[in-house]
């Protein structure tokens, strides 16, 4: 499954994509959708732009 952040991302001010939940890109023909797996109702309305369960994503590690 592809879940690698879209290009061009969606909402790109949102919290979501750096956002350790992490959430996951929904994309349909037409447009991307970001489903959180923490909120009750998975789609917030976008951009977040405060939440309060965004944790932020640990940096990955830099390959060598
Ligand atoms: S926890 Fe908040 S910031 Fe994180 S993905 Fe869900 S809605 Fe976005």
Redesign the pocket.
Known sequence: MDEAPPSPLPFPT???HR?????KYVRTKTSTF?L????PQKY?PQP?LR?P???PRPQEPEET
């Open positions: 949102s919290l979501c956002c350790a939940a992490p959430p970001i959180c797996p923490l909120l917030p977040v939440c369960l965004f944790r």
